[in-house]
Each structure stands twice: as structure tokens, then as C-alpha cells.
């Protein structure tokens, strides 16, 4: 499961910090896998980690999304790849217009991804490449 909590003025107990929460439990992470987290700037949180089988997956949270606590569904990086399960997924530069992923595959090669706010097809990801 990956779980989160966020400090904030308004929460009287607990030292300002909000209680646990679950992430979207439709799916899960592999057991031991990382979680990388970025933002986009004010109002956009993008969460990476992997799956037991090597798919990438990916949530973000969105002022926009009015239901499941203003997150979206986890949704597959490009599914076409699948990364060694519980790799590290590490964030470059992440903007409202793109963002990269780094991760590496069972036999240990480095591949990456980027996501382009302007490219139409595959919601805005690029097809994974060696690095």
C-alpha cells in the first residue's frame, strides 16, 4: 500500500500532521518498492513507484480532481516496459510542461521516459529508451 500524510496549520492535534491515508488502493506497489514524489509546482503532486511485475505506476493529486480526495486513479507508464520490480523511479525537473523518469530494467539497464505536456498521444508519455 502506499500511504501519506501532510502537515497542516489547520489540523489542531497530532502536531499539525493529518492521520494516515491510503493512495488510490485499486492497485498496489510492490512490497519493498520506493515511492518518488514531485511536484509541478502549486496544486500538482505526481507519486512513481513500481508494481511487482516491473510496471511503473503512477498517481498525482489535482485541486481539479473533486472526488477520492483529489486524486487520480493509478494509471501505467507506458506499458510497453516493464522495470526490474521494486527499482527505484527517480523525477527530473518536473514542470507543468515535462518531466523524466529514470529507472532500470531486471537485466540492469538504465532506460528513461519523458512526459511532455504538448505531445498528444500515450497521455503525454514517451516510449522508454536506454540511457
Do not use: C
Not at 489542531?12 to 518518488?36: Q, Y
Not at 500538482?44 to 487520480?72: E, K, L, Q
Amino acid at each position: 500500500r502506499v500511504i501519506s500524510s501532510y502537515w497542516d496549520p489547520a489540523v489542531t492535534a497530532n502536531g499539525g500532521w493529518h492521520d494516515w491515508f491510503e493512495l488510490n488502493p485499486n492497485l498496489r506497489a510492490a512490497a519493498g518498492a520506493g515511492v518518488s514524489v514531485t511536484t509541478e509546482g502549486p496544486g500538482r503532486m505526481n507519486i512513481f513507484t513500481t508494481m511487482a511485475d516491473g510496471r511503473v505506476i503512477s498517481t498525482f493529486w489535482s485541486p481539479a480532481i473533486t472526488d477520492n480526495g483529489g486524486w487520480h486513479a493509478w494509471f501505467e507508464v507506458n506499458p510497453q516496459f516493464r522495470a526490474a520490480p521494486r527499482a527505484p523511479i527517480t523525477v527530473l525537473k518536473a514542470t507543468p510542461t515535462g518531466m523524466a523518469l529514470i529507472t532500470h530494467t531486471a537485466d540492469r539497464v538504465v532506460i528513461g521516459t519523458v512526459w511532455r505536456s504538448d505531445n498528444t498521444s500515450n497521455g503525454g508519455w514517451y516510449d522508454w529508451r536506454a540511457v
